[in-house]
């Protein structure tokens, strides 16, 4: 999944966790392959928690947006 938050905004990959584990109702043990960037991270978990997690955010939009992410092609 995509997060709305990155470095630039404080987040560390623990943080992304926490706000994954809340919003998609998940152990943190299925929280996995956290990527922070400047101004996203990038997540993997598993399905279910993934829609629960953009539903989450799509209800209060206090929280940093998470969106369904695309692979990136390889060259």
């Keep these: 999944v995509y997060i709305g938050v990155g470095r630039r905004h404080g ?7 926490g706000l994954l584990m809340r ?20 997540a993997t978990l ?3 928690a993934a829609k629960r997690a953009y539903d989450f955010c799509r209800r209060d939009p206090e929280h940093p947006a998470i969106k369904p992410a695309a692979p990136q092609a390889k060259n």
């Design 11 to 17: 987040a560390s990959a623990r943080d992304v966790a």
């Design 46 to 48: 598993p399905a279910d």
């Design 23 to 42: 919003a998609g109702g998940v152990p943190g043990r299925l929280v996995d392959g956290i990527e922070v960037r400047d101004f996203c991270a990038f």
